[in-house]
């Protein structure tokens, strides 16, 4: 049998699988598919009539390496027939039969095609190359597929890399000894106050794993997610862990629109146990869980609330730290709530340029106006209004925060 020579193949599988870090049955088989791409090219240089090769036309072809001879074949699975219309796919009954008396009609054949090396050509080489190397980048790409896909919304460990454009280039491992894939932390998932120089350590949110063929990273982590909040508090506060204490909801804006204000972000807990403080559990002792929290986020504000089922008893515990004196649920199907506070209350409760009131609104999923009331006035029905709207500058007479129920920013 005619055999392709290649010197030196085993050494280059194996230079291949670690450079590349995939196994080595795996670079096998992505050379294996170059060299029929290869193949393909010098079959079709051979003719002009560019439309007689079809697109599966080169399906009943395959390459065989051979290691130990430093080589490869090309095999070819033909139909037997009685006479032959395509001899690349077909080949006679009688010719069969002079090797294999037994041979019938409609049975088929393997046989070796293998073109002489110096007919391969110099073309086919360069074909060869060029789709080794997709065929690696392809199998690269479905290995960190298959080995974070099961890891999304889940939280790892990563440090910097390099720099492109406005992203950071991080190296994440999933453990179990396997080497760093790159991900990237874009502009929009980056936390302002975290300095992202080269090597520095982070945990990051795996937010998302790409699928397709494209070029760059595969991996989409987060600094900004919610979901790096309630993995931060679940790792400190053992009664999550327990589940003894539950993360009810959580609003983040982790990147503010305006420089003026910091970054914050509102968690709602809540337990079945009596004996349980669900929101000091999660502070800690002098503040010790809920500081390491703070810390890891570079001092991100963060306030901890008691969810409730009530909620007027809910709006007004997100609304912390300003003290409430009303909440009126004005229509439950559209979600609608007003809330009266002191005047000396009331920038408190909206908080700067609305944020405290906008992640309320996130938390509870209710849409909040609120309101200042006079030391002089007791009835609701004299409140004067007096605010600035959720979404806009200041300057209106109400504030008014509407957002989904969970918030993420």
């Not at 005619?2 to 599988?13: D, E, N, R, W, Y």
Request: net charge negative.
């Amino acid at each position: 049998m005619a055999i392709v020579s290649l010197p030196g193949l085993g050494k280059m599988i194996e230079e291949i699988s670690e450079g590349h870090n995939l196994p080595p049955h795996l670079v096998k088989t992505a050379l294996q598919e170059a060299l029929l791409k290869g193949y393909e090219r010098y079959r079709r240089s051979q003719t002009l009539d560019r439309d007689h090769f079809s697109d599966d036309y080169f399906d009943n072809f395959e390459v065989e390496l051979n290691v130990e001879e430093e080589g490869f074949m090309v095999l070819a699975t033909k139909e037997i027939v009685e006479e032959v219309t395509n001899s690349d796919h077909q080949i006679g009954l009688q010719e069969v039969k002079e090797v294999a008396e037994e041979a019938q009609l409609g049975d088929t054949v393997v046989l070796d095609v293998t073109p002489q090396q110096k007919e391969f050509g110099r073309m086919a080489a360069i074909q060869t190359k060029q789709v080794l190397m997709q065929k690696l980048r392809d199998q690269e790409r479905k290995m960190v597929q298959e080995e974070f896909q099961e890891l999304e919304e889940t939280v790892l460990q990563a440090r910097v890399v390099r720099f492109e454009r406005q992203s950071v280039i991080m190296g994440v491992s999933s453990g179990y000894g396997r080497p760093e894939v790159e991900a990237e932390l874009p502009r929009s998932e980056q936390l302002p106050n975290d300095n992202y120089r080269a090597n520095a350590a982070f945990r990051v949110y795996l937010k998302q794993v790409r699928e397709g063929s494209g070029r760059g990273p595969q991996l989409v982590v987060s600094r900004a997610s919610a979901g790096l909040v309630a993995y931060l508090f679940e790792n400190e506060v053992p009664e999550i862990q327990d589940e003894v204490v539950r993360i009810v909801a959580i609003a983040r804006e982790a990147r503010p629109s305006s420089r003026n204000v910091g970054s914050r972000t509102k968690i709602a807990v809540d337990t079945l146990d009596r004996d349980v403080d669900p929101v000091g559990s999660c502070i800690g002792a002098r503040g010790s869980r809920i500081q390491a929290v703070v810390n890891e986020l570079r001092g991100e504000k963060i306030d901890v609330i008691r969810w409730s089922p009530d909620p007027e008893v809910y709006i007004k515990n997100s609304l912390s730290p300003a003290q409430i004196n009303r909440v009126m649920l004005m229509d439950t199907e559209e979600r609608r709530a007003e809330v009266y506070v002191p005047e000396n209350q009331l920038s408190l409760a909206i908080g700067k340029e609305g944020q405290n009131v906008r992640l309320c609104a996130n938390l509870t999923g209710w849409k909040i106006d609120i309101k200042a009331v006079k030391k002089h006035q007791e009835e609701a029905e004299e409140v004067e209004g007096e605010t600035i709207e959720a979404s806009s500058s200041q300057g209106e007479e109400t504030v008014e925060a509407q957002t989904s129920p969970l918030g993420e920013q």
